[in-house]
């Protein structure tokens, strides 16, 4: 059979409407089209064909012509790579296949020392390499050239479900033996049908000699000189090993601050910003991209003019960082000010300067005792203050968001109103994309010694840990799953929770802060991706109220779910450290959130008796690269277009949204053209179920006034919305989040 037989064969399988194309027409089309089998070309003719045909009416399932000849395309050069004979099946000798990689050093040695050649055997029967054509061309295109494992002169090994075992194997490790083969082939199950994705760490380095699994990490910055280069010195760590930061520089001291006594002598926090900026470019994670880093300060913060204008294109560029991501930690009293008195002067103060004249730090408190204690500054004569109008602060917000798309929003009283470990601490910010939330606190360096050890002096540093945020994340595939289906969200859910829950125990930490925290709140975030792809499959409009009540029963069942899966492997395993005291606990938790039905009182009652093994459940993340495998939309974000040509690289190529047909066409809506302020409605809706936060994007065009931009921060804050992330505008090209997506 040739590669033009077998292409056809493949194809004809999956047309929807095997009426509109014949086979032998299509073998005639492709012959023509493809004038030399191994003329790369010939795939982008079909997906260029896909064009042709969407404006002709018919759907446009020449991209997946496309991408089935891309996997047979890749499962031969595989072949050819490892050496396999014409006529060998490159998925046969699963066994084989791994102790060859692991002897070459692809593979990490702890895949053969934890199972046995009869598992691995037990295991290749249940690999589906059917599931290979699944894929999207972009999808299988994506996995190929940055998941697939590759030799050391950039050589595809290995295949699709092969990869998918192998991330399931190394997950299912922590499992006690009896249990593990069960486990792996349930974790390979889920992700191999693409109704789940594991986080771009998990699923390029599961299985591999190195790996870092999380995705991103949060620091906060002490106000000492020590303080600060040692979270200079831990983001080149993280950044290093391809991860993301968020770090939080609001507890350090303003422009013109005292430094040991001396006034003036402080030159704020844009000097150490732009040291991070630096930092973000020199490490540059093996040279496939500048390192990635958003920095927090607090809206209050006297520096927050200079910091609202780092990367915006007028102004000192000696002041200008561009190449981190600033973020601003707004309490609701700003928001509210905005709406009912706009001219009304707004306050900005050193925290240092606090610290000395009240003995409290102002960023440690929130909601109504934040506004108390705010005042109380405002009217301390002690304090200096810089003075501007809300209405101007607000200016300089959009103004910068909508040149830069940035900065991002996080609302400080609700999150931490919400916060089910508030019992132990404080957030003061978010990660890179924004959906993080968890408590942070700045490590203290205590003293440095000399000692004597077999005669050699050696330098100890010893450090007091603080908080230093992880995030191990994957995401649920709303749009190839049915919603409506208790059973699959809970079979999805639980099997996503315990590969969450094992990441923990099995990650390698760049930095050792980050392994005291992750295990002592063992932090998960179960996301979600392929939103307005469920949408669109249960017949649902973007801007209509049916879309805010269909949302609010899927996210309070994947919540309920998920909290469920935690406590049954609290009950296996042990809850985590902090759990006595929290809302979980004394079911504050569920109070918050009107959980009341006799279903929610059951569950309380059984975490309150068995605990959770984890602290925090649920964070939405970007999904940027693992949406594409999946051949889903991004996140919880409209998509972009019904259709469109995306250019990378030089090479174009069409793209649809998922499962673009006649019967679907008329339920897509661009991004552009959604009722923005339902989807911050919608947010809200949806963070009611989120522990944590959502990578939520803000679509304005250049008919929104400064007004309306406004009123969307303010709906916002008032719907319990925690964090925004991007303004795009149509004028705007913004950065995606290659860390964190999941």
Aim: glycine share 6%; net charge negative.
């Amino acid at each position: 059979m040739t590669l033009i037989d077998k292409m056809c064969k493949e194809a004809m399988s999956l047309l929807k409407d095997k009426e509109l194309y014949k086979e032998e027409a299509l073998k005639e089309a492709l012959k023509n089209i493809i004038r030399d089998e191994n003329d790369e070309n010939h795939i982008k003719d079909c997906l260029m064909q896909c064009s042709l045909e969407l404006t002709s009416q018919i759907e446009p399932e020449w991209q997946k012509i496309a991408a089935n000849y891309y996997t047979i395309k890749l499962r031969e050069q595989v072949k050819v790579n490892r050496g396999l004979k014409e006529d060998e099946n490159p998925y046969c000798n699963f066994y084989n296949f791994i102790t060859d990689l692991t002897q070459r050093g692809l593979y990490g040695k702890y895949i053969i020392e934890n199972y046995s050649k009869e598992d691995i055997e037990d295991l290749e029967k249940e690999i589906k390499p059917e599931r290979d054509f699944l894929f999207t061309y972009s999808g299988i295109n994506l996995l190929a050239k940055r998941y697939l494992v590759q030799d050391y002169t950039r050589e595809v090994l290995e295949l699709p479900q092969q990869m998918f075992m192998g991330i399931a194997m190394h997950l299912a490790i922590p499992e006690k033996k009896e249990n593990r083969v069960a486990w792996a082939k349930r974790f390979y199950n889920v992700l191999s049908s693409i109704k789940a994705t594991m986080a771009t760490p998990t699923m390029s380095n599961a299985r591999k000699p190195f790996y870092q699994l999380s995705s991103c990490f949060i620091d906060t910055v002490d106000d000492s000189l020590n303080g600060i280069y040692k979270s200079l010195d831990n983001f080149s760590k993280v950044s290093k090993f391809g991860g993301g930061m968020g770090v939080y520089i609001g507890k350090v001291r303003a422009l013109g601050s005292s430094i040991r006594g001396f006034k003036g002598a402080s030159g704020g926090v844009i000097p150490w910003i732009k040291l991070f900026n630096d930092t973000a470019v020199a490490v540059d994670q093996l040279g496939v991209r500048n390192g990635s880093i958003s920095i927090w300060l607090d809206a209050w913060h006297k520096d927050l003019p200079e910091f609202l204008q780092l990367r915006t294109n007028n102004g000192d560029d000696r002041k200008k960082a561009h190449d981190i991501f600033p973020g601003l930690s707004y309490p609701n009293l700003f928001w509210k000010l905005a709406e009912e008195d706009i001219d009304a002067n707004w306050y900005m103060m050193c925290p240092h300067e606090i610290r000395q004249v009240k003995g409290y730090s102002l960023e440690d408190f929130y909601g109504e005792e934040w506004e108390k204690r705010y005042f109380d500054c405002v009217n301390d004569e002690r304090i200096e203050k810089r003075v501007m109008s809300v209405k101007d602060i607000v200016r300089l917000i959009i103004k910068s968001a909508s040149e830069t798309g940035t900065p991002f929003a996080f609302y400080r009283d609700t999150v931490n109103e919400m916060n089910p470990n508030k019992h132990k601490g404080m957030i003061y910010s978010s990660n890179l994309c924004t959906e993080i939330m968890q408590n942070m606190s700045a490590m203290e360096i205590e003293k440095t010694e000399i000692k004597d050890i077999n005669g050699d002096l050696i330098v100890v540093e010893k450090t007091k840990p603080g908080d230093f945020v992880v995030c191990n994340l994957s995401s649920m595939v709303l749009g190839n799953i049915d919603v409506n289906s208790q059973e699959e969200i809970e079979y999805i859910v639980e099997t996503q929770i315990r590969a969450m829950d094992n990441v923990i125990d099995l990650n390698y930490y760049s930095v050792p802060f980050a392994e005291i925290t992750n295990k002592k709140y063992r932090a998960v975030g179960l996301g979600t991706s392929g939103y307005h792809h469920m949408l669109v499959n249960n017949k649902i409009h973007w801007n209509s109220d049916k879309h805010l009540e269909f949302v609010d029963k899927v996210y309070e069942d994947i919540n309920y779910y998920a909290i469920k899966a935690s406590m049954k492997i609290a009950k296996e395993k042990g809850r985590y450290n902090y759990f006595e005291g929290s809302d979980w606990d004394n079911g504050e938790y569920f109070e918050l959130r009107n959980y009341n039905s006799d279903r929610w009182n059951e569950l309380k009652a059984e975490v309150k008796e068995h605990g959770m093994r984890n602290g925090y459940l649920f964070a939405v993340a970007p999904n940027g690269s693992t949406a594409t495998i999946a051949g889903t939309s991004e996140g919880i974000d409209p998509v972009m277009a019904k259709f469109w040509l995306e250019e990378k690289k030089g090479s174009i190529t069409p793209k649809t949204a998922p499962n673009l047909s006649m019967e679907t066409f008329w339920y897509y809506i661009s991004a552009y053209n959604v009722d923005q302020q339902l989807s911050v409605k919608a947010n809200g809706v949806r963070q009611r179920h989120i522990d944590q936060g959502q990578s939520f994007n803000l679509y304005i065009t250049t008919d929104f006034t400064m007004r309306q931009i406004m009123n969307l921060y303010i709906t916002a804050c008032k719907s319990g919305v925690k964090s925004i992330y991007y303004v795009r505008s149509k004028s705007l090209s913004v950065d995606d989040c290659e860390s964190c997506s999941a």
